[in-house]
């Protein structure tokens, strides 16, 4: 395993790759759990090379304690991504990336950043799509790997390729979770005990709205989630969504040949807990 810091560095290595070799790429921003993992190993089965990014982009928080407060594991990270055979691993600077302009490029991408997470984190999905543009520029992946855990996410990357005509797929992965069912998040490691216990019912929540959509209306869902959360003292929800998948339009009616997701964004003191379902 190659770990490099510089473009110049891994520019010269990506460089020696046979073109008729397939690139398969998986960003991240470190403290590596399961859910990272299962992606990277996707990656590894459906590529000749694979390179992992752990980077930190400063310009897709809008909060700063956040960014002070997100977890840092390198040297576990390497160890890890050593034992399942990881070819690269790009870890540069901010200032390798940015140069001295920290600073997010704005993007159009059609409503889909105005909703949920672009809604309650101004400058996010500029901040993304500005440090996945400058990684797929960078190291030009045949295919580029994204959780559904971060499912918003994952429909404006797909957005900002096709707005960039970027010759990458792009291949979303199922959301990996803990054996109580809650979803792997490098966040994680901040909640303490009772947040930690109080935290799988949000995926619990998730499953019986999905119960409810089959047969009710949005609005008895909707009353379901919000109640639960009133009665839990350990988590505060921010919100909840019911959306078509493409779109991210949140809904009040259910239409026929459409795909549904919900979406919680919820706090456990200072940490901040995203999930989703398939509805339907
Ligand atoms: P992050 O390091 O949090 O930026 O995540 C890097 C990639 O891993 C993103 O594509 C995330 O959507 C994905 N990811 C994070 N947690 C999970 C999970 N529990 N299951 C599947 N993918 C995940």
Not at 197 to 226: C, D, R
Not at 251 to 264: D, G, Q, S
């Amino acid at each position: 395993m190659k770990v490099f810091k510089t473009i110049k560095s891994i520019h010269s290595n990506l460089l020696v790759i046979n073109k008729s070799k397939s690139l398969g790429f998986v960003p991240t921003m470190g403290a590596l759990h399961g859910g990272h993992l299962s992606i990277i190993k996707k990656a590894k089965k459906e590529n000749d090379y694979i390179v992992v990014s752990i980077f930190v982009n400063p310009t897709q928080f809008d909060n700063k304690e956040d960014l002070i407060n997100y977890p840092s594991t390198i040297d576990n990270d390497l160890k890890l991504l050593k034992s399942i055979s990881c070819d690269f691993v790009f870890c540069p600077t901010a200032n390798e990336i940015y140069d001295s302009k920290i600073k997010s490029e704005s993007f159009n991408f059609n409503g889909l950043d105005q909703v949920m997470e672009g809604a309650f984190r101004k400058g996010h999905f500029d901040g993304v799509g500005t440090i996945v543009k400058r990684f797929f520029e960078i190291l030009k992946p045949n295919k580029a790997y994204f959780g559904e855990k971060d499912f918003q996410q994952l429909q404006i990357i797909k957005k900002m390729v096709s707005i960039n005509c970027f010759p990458i797929q792009i291949i979303p992965c199922p959301i990996f979770r803990e054996a109580d069912g809650l979803a792997m998040s490098s966040r994680n490691v901040r909640l303490n005990l009772q947040q930690r216990n109080a935290a799988p019912i949000i995926h619990k929540i998730l499953i019986k709205s999905k119960e409810l959509f089959a047969n009710k209306g949005i609005e008895t869902v909707k009353y379901f989630v919000e109640k639960e959360f009133e009665n839990n003292p350990f988590l505060a929800l921010e919100y909840f969504e019911i959306a078509e998948i493409d779109t991210l339009i949140s809904i009040n009616k259910k239409l026929k040949n459409k795909k549904y997701r919900a979406f919680i964004a919820a706090f456990a003191g200072e940490v901040r807990l995203i999930d989703n379902i398939a509805l339907n």
